[in-house]
Structure formats: structure tokens, C-alpha cells
Nanobody, 115 residues
Framework: QVQLVESGGGLVQAGNSLRLSCAAS????????MGWFRQAPGKERELVAT???????YYADFAKGRFTISRDGPAKMVYRQMGSLNAEDTAVYYC?????????WGPGTQVTVSS
């Protein structure tokens, strides 16, 4: 059974940084592309960043320069460092794993940025 578990969310002041982690189990980590998505209240879920099996990254425009995605194969972990947070970054952040037609999601972790 595939499981993705996010951690590291919480309340943070604007301008500060936060690191989210995602622990993956039940899948062959090295064959799955990993990503982070977010969903703010009243909005649709949107892509934040992805990292493929070769380590190539992609960032949404709002994330470029502020967020960094990385993966640790042996530990089966995906990290996302977020810097210069602002109120618009308040959302539930989800970890995502993809391979071919299969997609898996974690339950999400809440990030609230106070101004």
C-alpha cells in the first residue's frame, strides 16, 4: 500500500522560511516523479514544484526563486524549502507521487502565514 505522509507545516510569520517533508512508503521511490501541490481556501489545487527521477526540477512561477524541491532516494523523502513566505502562501500542501498513469497523494499539511 502506497503511503505519502507530509510533515513540517504550521504557523509561520511572513518573511520567514519553512521546510516541508514527505515520507514515501510502499512504492519504488526511484521510479516515481515527486511533487508538491497546494490548495488555498476557496481555490483549486495548484502545482508548486516537481522533481523527476533524474532530479530535474520544475517550479510554478510563484515558486521560482523562493522554493526549492529535493529528493533523498535512500531515505525515500522529498523536501521542499520555502523562503520569503507571505500570506498568499497560506494553504494545505500536498505531496504527490507519479509513475505512468498512477498518481498518489498524501493527506496534506497546513501552512499558515501570519502577517
Amino acid at each position: 500500500q502506497v503511503q505519502l505522509v507530509e510533515s513540517g507545516g504550521g504557523l509561520v510569520q511572513a518573511g520567514n522560511s519553512l521546510r516541508l517533508s514527505c515520507a514515501a512508503s510502499g512504492l519504488t521511490f526511484s521510479t516515481h516523479a515527486m511533487g508538491w501541490f497546494r490548495q488555498a481556501p476557496g481555490k483549486e489545487r495548484e502545482l508548486v514544484a516537481t522533481i523527476n527521477v533524474g532530479g530535474i526540477t520544475y517550479y510554478a512561477d510563484f515558486a521560482k526563486g523562493r522554493f526549492t524541491i529535493s529528493r533523498d532516494g535512500p531515505a525515500k523523502m522529498v523536501y521542499r524549502q520555502m523562503g520569503s513566505l507571505n500570506a498568499e502562501d497560506t494553504a494545505v500542501y500536498y505531496c504527490n507521487a507519479r509513475r505512468l498513469s498512477r498518481t498518489y497523494w498524501g493527506p496534506g499539511t497546513q501552512v499558515t502565514v501570519s502577517s
